[in-house]
């Protein structure tokens, strides 16, 4: 059985000689858009593409013609990852990871508790939800609340990367969250039953 390190190295190295990333991301955006899951919805998380991401860039244009708030991680160990707003001018600093995130008063911070949409980062998934990211379960932390008793209506937990990046199977623990969707650049899975019901109308 291959080891979940590599499919990660593997899957890294696959996005990152991906021959037309642009495209990617913008199919992505046309598949979140078209599916209506930004109808409605206030305030959505996003990142700033790294190491051959998937880039949002696109989705986080569409959710602010949609006057949608978008947040960006911010990493403050030990506490799980909080989100912070950050419009066109806002600027970034790098966190010690070398990402970019939002340099903002920590007042402004919020929960993904506070989330509609966490459109999250993957590095591998597999076809039952799964994902794994760097390996250092910000993600899973901060959307543990998930885990207890009846999942709430939000935040979705949206995964978006490249179809190269699915992989058979995800080594799964008790402690992880699993997406309620994925998009790629070639399909749209969905996971959650309350999220497939919308997907259909």
């Known amino acids: 059985m291959v080891s979940l390190s590599r499919l990660r190295t593997e899957a890294r190295e696959a996005r990152r000689s991906f021959s037309d990333p642009e495209g990617a991301a913008r199919a992505v955006c046309n598949a979140v858009t078209s599916l ?5 919805v206030g305030r959505v998380s996003a990142t ?14 569409a959710c602010r013609l ?44 919020v929960s ?12 591998v998934f597999d076809a039952a939800g799964h994902r ?10 901060a959307l543990s609340f998930l885990l207890n008793g009846p999942r709430p209506a939000k935040p979705l937990v949206v995964g978006l990367a490249y179809e190269c990046q699915l992989v058979d199977g995800v080594p799964s623990h008790p402690g992880d969250v ?22 259909r109308r």
Not at 36 to 40: F, N, Q, V
Not at 132 to 141: K, T
């Open 132 to 141: 794994a990211g760097r390996g250092q379960g910000y993600y899973d932390r």
């Open 36 to 40: 209506g899951w930004l109808d409605g």
């Open 178 to 199: 699993t997406m309620d969707a994925v998009v790629t650049e070639e399909r749209v899975r969905v996971f959650s039953k309350a999220l497939s019901r919308r997907a």
């Open 112 to 123: 993904a508790r506070e989330l509609d949409v966490v459109f999250a980062p993957v590095v």
């Open 66 to 109: 949609r006057d949608i708030e978008v947040y960006f991680p911010v990493m403050r160990d030990p506490a799980p990852i909080q989100f912070a707003p950050a419009g066109p001018d806002t600027t970034f600093v790098l966190n010690r990871f070398g990402i970019p995130e939002p340099d903002v008063n920590v007042q402004l911070l």
């Open 48 to 61: 700033v593409a790294d190491d051959g991401e998937i880039d949002p860039a696109p989705l986080v244009t």
